[in-house]
Structures are given as structure tokens and as C-alpha cells.
């Protein structure tokens, strides 16, 4: 299997080490990743809400790019991911709306044809690879820690856009795949409140890091009451808003959860065994030394 | 350029909210923030006309979780209207200053973070591939045909 | 029976008396009645002709018989108001005089010339020459007919034995007919046994209806069939043959529900009466009132499944040997002449909602199950507990809406929720009046009799009720508390109520296998699901299938009152049937000439009614003529004109085309329009006044399916200008859904114009309501306009080009030119 690997923004910038598990996990998986000259994404939290011809046509690019290559799109992000599902969707289904984007899109030679598929990394770990291969790679069970899975809103809302294909009775859909993937990797995914609740990053980053934070402590909250002792998460800005903002919410509230949050690659890094060094495990602010010497990777 | 949010989102669809409030009462923003909430959005839109939301700085709150969207029973696409209103309100010269300069920074480097010497150097030391710069004209000749900078006052 | 064959042409000469009615003023006062009573006089075939000033009133009605009898008249036509209206005075008028009422005629010169044409006298005038033209023309070909007498059976077959089910066959039993009371489940009763109180009185809901029950159980007229399905049904209003499977219950009647055999039965499953809140054995009785009174096995559940019996217990516990492991299902076959269809409806299943936690959070429950918590007789002994802890609750919230009136489950709001809810808080205040209990809703709507006084009592007796249902509901891991997480719409801000229990008051949908019921009994069902009426308000018990109604919730959702009114009224207009002991077919139905039919089936395929069936040796189609409803769809369908409509022939229809486009076929358009809606909105457009051009000419069929592609292909050959055709919208059709062959029809049309390079506009569809006065008369505005741009080179090439397609012989071949 072969993907064009989209990395946005923010994992490549600010958690390059992200980025690094992903492709060492990518590898012992058999999955092999091309990179392409893509631009950001752009951003359903800036570029769509200020100007929603260019989003899409920046969009359009991208996925031009891949359709190019012949390669489908595997994304990091959920913000990639639901700026290029959509996208990819609107302009398979609406051919006027292609048709304007390809005017666009001319003077760059590029012509949108909806040739490929756009596809998170958990979609492709879950649906493609499967949960057989992925337990085949694991020497390391995470020795049945409680981990809060946090999906991220862009990864499945709206579901109508995120995954048509398999709404359920009432029209909605229920990620169901960290918490699959985390089980064969010998952790204890566990439940708590306001499981879909967002981070709250986009308010943080556009508006008010303070509010949005508090969205973030109301999770951190369920989590605490549900015994959870670490947060796995599959997007960057939702990372930022467990690691970052729980530090930041510490200084104000001295909650004191001290809830590690890790990446999905990581923690799939982890069980696979691999080194340390390729698992970008420094650029964490709440420090994960108890989850490292659960599993016994401390040193 | 826009005039109407109704250019973009369908307001025949608005009827079909009764205000059962199940968009507010699961909405993130409303929860930490002073403001309106879908379902008052929704209504003002419908009632008083976009002029009633499209220049208060508060509809910049939302999240865009499209949590209310997920839990409306009649289905409406409330992220559109929701899409359709920040548009139109940026238009207006109603846009959070950060989310200008993210705009900004997709139109000068195509990316919306800066690549500065330490991200290249950090990522020189995890052996991950240089982040070259993009080719900007191709990416400056889209945005003059999608007509950015006439709709959006950027710096 | 056997079908009539139709008179194919009359032996006598035509003797026409026309009569050209001013109706004081109204059609005088426009058109000059005298001219075109002259010029009607001048009509081949037409005796006499008179204008008179109301043809009606007595003396009208009088001079009509008169001239019958003294001018030997075998034909009368009188040009007046709509046929919908006087027809019936004047068929009765001929046949006083002796001449068959078929042999009338109408033209409509009120509702379709001088009201909808006051401002244009000459014009209005030549209209109406070519309305009376058109129905002379008609007149010519009319043929005597007589009605069919079919009879009826005097037995009733009701389908559930819920509360309007067993109203129903009570009434019926009453009024001394055999009903076989039909019921899926081991015991009847229905939904309303499994209620605890009733809104708005608060009568406990078993205790009203046991009675009732029992009563249903040992009347003489009525034959109970419980664990009874319809497997088949055939036949006809009046004579319908019902196959039923009455599966075994492995205990016999002569069970005296002891309950001996419970006690040692090993086997246990959630029990489907307490909604699963309880566990009950494989050898049970649903419920303590069930009617009969008899034990069955579950042998689904029951050890001995396989036909070899593993465990004897309950057979060793019965004293008196009434368990029979070898018992078998039967199949009966019924005779009945009228059905009742009374099979109620299921509760939504709120598990799809993921956010409200149902069958996550263990106190989270459905107003159903609800009900069977607060029963005296449920699994709790009528103490409301928490199903976690088995605690009384100290806070409940009720959450309204849930699975109604929403595009994720179903659109309509299902009626009794409302009022549950408040009667269900009550029924809290009633027993634990410390109890703090919140509404969250979206309305309430409390419109009915008493239903206002039971929503203010709630207020007062310290209900909350808050306007805005949550958005979420989260459990507390230790306590299994639940906080409710929304909005308050009216306060504009928003709420988290930690409660001890959340009731989700659930909506109401159509059974799961209603589409069963719906193929067996060929109804036809709302987009909704609900069976559909023949009429939402005239007709609102009855189907479009004669001699077959509903009651209860089968049909919409409803309350137990509307629904036991409703089974009344199923009941008494059953009652009408069997009392006659015969119907009255209309003598408007389709007759095949067995000389023609080639067999293809094409009729039977778009019969409404399912009421054609071919012959199984010789493929000819056979019309049950007492359950044809006389649509004419496969008269239309027919490829070989093998068919005919009676009163509606081929014949009659081509030679009102021709005589329209007799004279400056240019300037005219021909409209088809069905008797119920179209024509009815043409009407309704003239007693509104509402003005409009004069080209076009009406044609009535009893329904738009009536028009086969011939027709139209043949007023474009004789020259006409533009056609159009028009019948009711699509699903309310009269006929079912015979429009939809019309739409097919005319598409048909729309594409030969396009391969043959003809403007396909000149061809018009349209769905007019009865009530679209309006829209008839901006419809003809448009078409007038069509016609103002038709150059006389499109009509020429038209006539040449629009070839007709080769057909078998037979009278709906167009009449030679």
C-alpha cells in the first residue's frame, strides 16, 4: 500500500517528532508514504470561514497533486482532513463547483478529476491494515493503562461529509476506531463523558485560548472521574489543547490531573518497540515518565 | 462579491427549525462563552436578517466542531449557514485579527505556520525531509482568480 | 360473475333533445343561449334544442320527461352548469322518463365559459357552441348501462386486538355480524394494556379496557384467533377469502392459567409485555387480565425446540394435561365481507440517539418502560425505581420530542407524547409528591378535550416545565446520576440539571411489518408509513380498496379515544355494507374483449387495484368488475384496444377531439382532466371567478390515467394548437397511483415530439388540486401564451409527421378521417 502523505501545517512545524513516529510506524506496517509539494491544507479554521472559493480551490490543488501522483491521500490531522474530504466530496458530486474550481485552478495546470480518496491515519490503520496485522507487530503491550481516547470533531463532523457511506439509523456517526486500535495494542480504552465533547482548540487559537481551554478542562474533568490515566489523540490541535492547554489550565486551576497525552503513532510506536529518539516523546509539556514506565520504555 | 448569506446557504432550509435548542445545549462555545449559540444565530438570521449577527464580532466563537449540525433533528446544515455568515462578516472587515494573519500566511507562503531555521534544524535532527518553500506563484495566481484580496482586506 | 358485453353500437338512430340553461343570469348574462341553442339544433342527430332560463328547477326537470316521451328522445344533452353537481338531478329526471340514465350528457357552459369568460360575450358564446358540439358529439356514442349488484358476505375480519380492534369487532358482533378478531400476540389487549393510567381522566387503563376484553373473549358473534397471522388475502369488497396462520400454542384451551407449569419451566427470557424490565418463563401468560386465559410456550425458547422433548416438566405439572409439545400451526381460510385494519404501531427505539445514553446509562429510560415501572402490575409492583439502584428517584426529567418530528427518526409529531408526559408526572406527584420533576420540551401541545385543564394541573402540582430539550446526557460513573446538559430557549441560557432519572418520552411509528399487511390488502400507504385514507376528510376511515378500513393507529397516531372512535366509525361503515348485503358497482368499469386480448399483461401490470388477472391457461385478462374502480389506466395501457371503459370509451373520447377541432383547431387547446381534482380545480376556478383565455376545451376522464398517448397524439393531428393534460398530484391520486402512468404517458409523448423535432411544449402536464382554482387559471394563461407562438408551419409539419403507431383492430383505434 502507497499513500501521498499529507502533513498540513502543524504536525511538520510544531511536533515534528509526530511526524517521525508516523513514518517509522508506516514502515514497520508496510506502508509506503510519498511527499508531495502540498500546501496547507487550508485550515476549515481560518482559510474556509474567512473566503470559501479560495479554501476550496487551495483544496482542489491539493488534491490535485495526489490525483497526479495516482496516489490517495493519507492525512495526520484531522483539520487536513476535514478541509480535504469535503472538498474531495463536494467536487466529485457538484460539477459546477468543480467547474469553477478548475477555472481556478487553470493557469496552474492543474484540472480536478476526483480520481483518489482522502483517508485519516486511523482509517487506514483500522480499515485497511486492520487490526490482525497491527497486533502481529506488537512486543510491547501497553500493559492495560486507561486511555481516554479523544477522536476530534473534523476527524467525523458533519458526518454527512466525513463518512457518508456509513451513517448510522439516526443520520450521525460514532468513531469507533482509536479505541479498536488502542485494545489490540494491550491498552484498556475507557469511557467517560462528553467523549465527543471538541477540544476547543479553534476557539484558542482564533479567539480566546483562556475559554477554550475550559472546554478542555471539562473533558479533563470526565476523564479524571473515569480513572483515565493518559489521552490519545489523532490531531495535532487537539494535542496542543490536552498537553499545552493543560499546563496552562494547571497555572489557573491547580486541577492537578496530570494526564500524559500522546499521539496515536506514538502510542502504536511504543507497543511496536521502537526507539525511543524516532517517537518525538521530548516535546511533551506534561511530562509522560508514569505511562513510559508503565510500559516499561522509561530509559 | 457576497451580498447575502443567502447566496451561499439556502434559506428555505431555516424553516425547518422548531428551536428545540439541541444545537445550543451541545455547543462547546455557548458553554464558556458569552454568546449567541446556534439556535439564537439561526432564528436572528431567519427573523431579523443577517444584519443581525454578520457584524458582531461573537459569532467568531464557534469552534467549528459541527457539533450542532450532528445533533440537529432536522438535519439542517448548520455549518453552512454557520460558513456562510463568517464569510460574509469577513467581507464586512469583521474577521479576528489571527485569523487574518493565517490567511495571510496561506496567501504569501502557503502555509498557514511560519518555517523558521529551528523547525528546519529540529527536523534535521529526527532525519525528517527539508520543508521547501512552495511554488507561491502557482499559489498567488489561484488566489487572483478566486478573488481573495478583493473580497478580504489583507495586510 | 361475467363481465357485460359492452353495446357496441347502437341499433337506433340518435333522437337528441339538447337544452341550453341560462341559469338566470350567469350563463345568460354571457353567453347568448339562444345562438347556441340554434346552432345546436342545426348538430346531426339533434331533435330538438331549446334554451330555457333554469333547466333544473322542477318545470326544466318536467319539459326534459316531456320531450323524452313525446319527441321518442334517446339522448338528452343539457348545457349547463358542472356534471359534478346536476348530473345525478338530470340521469334521474331521464330515468323517470324511461331512458337509461348512461344515455345523459352534460357540457359545462357556468363553471368552464361564462363565469370564467364574463368579459368576452362572443368569445364565451363560441365556447360554449363547442362544449355542446363536443357533448352532442358524445351523446351519439353513449350506450345503456346497467349498474352492477355484487353481493356481500355478513361475517367482518379485524386485523389486532388492541383497543380499536377490539371496539371495532364489539360493535360489529353488537350489531349481530360473525367477526373473526384476529391478533399476532398470545393475548389481546394491545398497547393499551401495557399503559398504567390514562390522559386526560386518569383511569387506570387496564381497568377500563379488561372489561372490554373479556367481553371481546366471550361474545357468540366473535370467533378470537390469537397467535394469528393473515398469510393471504383474495377477493373483492364483499367477498373476501382470508388465509390465516394460527400458530400452535402448545397448551390447549382447556388450560385454567393455574400457573402450576411456571413454577418448574427452567427456561427464562426478558419478558415482552414489561418491555424487558422483567424476566418471564418459556412456558408464560403475558400478563395477569390476557384474554384467553391461556398459557402458551415460547418454542423458540422452550428446550424442547428440536421436536424431541428434553424436558417434560411443565407437562408432569399440569394436573390437567393441557400440554401439547406436538401441537401445529393451522391454516384457516376465511370467508369474510368486509376487513378492518386495526394493527396499531411500534415505539421508537431511542438507541440510535447516542447522546441521550439509552441502554448506556442504565437510568435512562423510555416512557414506555415507564409505564410498566409505575404499574402496580409490573416488574417493580408499581414503585417507580431506579433501574440502577432500585431507589426511588428524588429527581426525574421527562424529554419530549424524541423520535418525532425529526428527519433522523420520524417526521411527524406522533400525538400522545405531550400528554403522557404530563399524565405520567402526575402520576409521580400522585404517589411521591416530593419528587421534583422537569419537563424539556419543544411545545406542548395539549389541544384536546380536557387536555389543557391536565397541562395547567401539572404546572400548578409544581411540574417544571422547560422550553429547550438537552443536548447531551452524562452519567456519573459512582452514583449512575445523570446531569442534563441543554439550553433554555426562553431564559436564552443554559442549563445542567443533575437528575436521578431521565425519561425519554418516545415517539410512535408504523408496525415493522406493516408493508405485510399493506401488499396483502393492496393499501396504500402515507410517505409517513401510516396506511392512507381514502379521503383525509370525507372518507376517513375508509381505504381506497372497497369494503376494507381502518382504525386506530394503523392509520396515524393517535389517542385511545380517537382511536376507539375511529374503530366505531370503521365499524358502522362496515355495518353499511353487510346491513345492504349488496354494493352498487358504477357502470364505468373496464370490460376486456376476449377477441383481443393478446395476453401481454400490460393491464394487470398497471392496475391499481390489482383487480385484473390473467387466465392461466389462456394469458387473457379477466376484470374482477366488482373491485374495478374504473380509473380506465388499462384501457390506456392496452395495446390492443382489447379493453374499453364503459361510459368512457375510446370512441366517445376521440369524437369529443374531433369535434373540438372541427372548426380552427388552431386557436384551441384540448385538455384531458380527471374527474376528481383537475376538472374539480377548473370548477373551482369558475365559481371563484377567476378570469381566463378561451381556448381551451375540457375533456373529463375519472382519472388523468384514463388518457392513453392516442388521444393526445390525435388532437395534435387534427390540428389543435397545444394539449393538456392534467390530473391530481402526484400521491393523491383517487385512483391510488394511476397518475403515475399518466406522468409516463405524457413523458412517452414528450419524447417522440423531441425525436421528431415538434416543440414539445405545446404539450402540457399538470397536477391541479381541487382547491387550485388558481393555479388551473394560471395554467391556462400559460398555455395561451404556447398558443400564440405555434406558427401554422409547426401545426402542418405536426399533422404530417405525428404518424400514429400501428395497433390491433379495435374500437379504440381512431376513428377514420
Known sequence: ?299 | MLKSIWELFNKEDLFECYQCARCTGSCPAAMVMKCYGPRETLLRCLNLGQEAVINDERVWYCTTCHVCEDRCPQEINISELLTAIFNLAAQRGNLPEKIKFGVDLIAKTGRSLIVNEKVLKDRQKLSLPPLDPLNIDEIEGILKKTGLNDAIELS | MTPKKVQRKEKEEPRIGVYVCHCGLNIGGVVDCARVAEFAAGLPGVILSKDNLYTCSEPGQELIKADIKEHRLNRVVVASCTPRLHEPTFRAACEDAGLNPYLFEMANIREHCSWVHLHDKEAATEKAKDLVRMAVARSKLLAAQEPLEVPVTRKALVIGGGVAGIQAALDLADSGYKVYLIEKDPSIGGRMAQIDKTFPTMDCSICILAPKMSEAGRHPNIELLTLSEIEGVEGYVGNFTVQVRKKARFVTDSCTACGDCVKVCPQVAPDEFNAGLSMRRAIYMSFAQAVPSTYQIDMDLCLNKHGIIACDKCFQACQRQCVDYSQQDQILTLDVGTIIVATGVDVYDPTPLTEFGYRKFPNVITSLEFERLINAGGPSGGNLIRPSDQKIPKTVAFLQCIGSRSKRSNIYCSNICCMNTIKDALLIKEHWPETKILVFYIDIRAFGKGFEDLFQRARREGVSFIRGVPGEIIEDPETNSLTLIGEDTLLSQLYRYEVDMAILSVGIEPRKDSPVIQRLLNLSCAADGFFLEAHPKLRPVDTPTGGIFLAGCAEGPKDIKDSVTQASAAASRANILMAQGKVIVEAITAVVDETLCQGCGMCVKVCPYSTIREDPETKIAQVTQASCAGCGTCVAECPFSAITQRHFTDAQIFAQIDAITEEAPETKAVAFCCNWCSYAGADFAGVSRMQYPTPIRIIRTMCSGRISTEFIEYAFRRGAAAVLVSGCHIGDCHYINANHQTEKRVNRVWKKMERLGLDKNRLQLAWISAAEGNLFARKMKEIDEIIQGVTPEEIEKTKQILVPKKKGKGEGTEPKE
Request: hydrophobic letters at 40%.
Open chain 1, 1 to 299: 500500500m502507497k499513500y501521498a502523505f499529507f502533513l498540513g501545517c502543524v504536525i511538520p512545524v510544531k511536533y515534528p517528532g509526530f511526524e517521525k513516529a508516523t513514518r517509522e510506524v508506516m514502515k514497520v506496517l508496510d506502508i509506503e508514504l510519498v511527499d508531495l509539494p502540498f500546501s496547507c491544507c487550508p485550515a476549515p479554521t481560518n482559510m474556509k470561514l474567512a473566503h470559501y472559493d479560495t479554501w476550496l480551490a487551495l483544496a482542489a490543488r491539493n488534491l490535485c497533486l495526489a490525483e497526479e501522483a495516482g496516489l490517495s491521500i493519507l492525512a495526520m490531522c484531522n483539520g487536513c482532513i476535514n478541509t480535504l474530504k469535503e472538498a474531495n466530496l463536494i467536487l466529485k458530486e457538484d460539477l459546477q463547483r468543480r467547474n469553477q474550481v478548475n477555472l481556478a485552478l487553470e493557469g496552474s495546470g492543474h484540472c480536478f478529476n476526483g480520481t483518489i480518496e482522502v483517508k485519516h491515519l486511523l482509517d487506514v490503520l483500522y480499515k485497511e491494515i486492520g487490526l490482525e496485522r497491527i497486533a502481529e507487530k506488537v512486543q510491547h503491550p501497553l500493559d492495560g493503562i486507561r486511555i481516554g481516547c479523544h477522536y476530534g470533531c473534523h476527524l467525523y463532523r458533519p458526518p454527512r461529509l466525513m463518512y457518508p457511506d456509513e451513517l448510522s439509523e439516526a443520520a450521525s456517526y460514532v468513531p469507533v476506531s482509536m479505541d479498536q486500535i488502542l485494545t489490540v495494542l494491550g491498552a484498556q480504552p475507557t469511557q467517560y463523558s462528553r467523549k465527543f465533547l471538541c477540544c476547543g482548540s479553534a476557539l484558542g487559537t482564533n479567539i480566546d485560548a483562556q475559554a477554550a481551554n475550559e472546554i478542555t478542562r471539562e473533558k479533563l474533568q470526565h476523564m479524571k472521574k473515569h480513572r483515565i490515566e493518559a489521552v490519545s489523540v489523532a490531531c495535532p490541535s487537539c494535542f496542543s489543547q490536552f498537553d499545552r492547554g493543560q499546563m496552562m489550565l494547571e497555572r489557573k486551576h491547580h486541577d492537578g490531573f496530570n494526564l500524559p497525552t500522546l499521539y496515536i503513532s506514538q502510542l502504536l510506536g511504543l507497543a511496536f518497540g521502537l526507539d525511543r529518539p524516532n517517537l518525538g516523546l521530548g516535546d511533551h509539556r506534561i511530562s509522560l515518565q508514569p505511562i513510559l514506565e508503565r510500559v516499561g520504555r522509561s530509559s
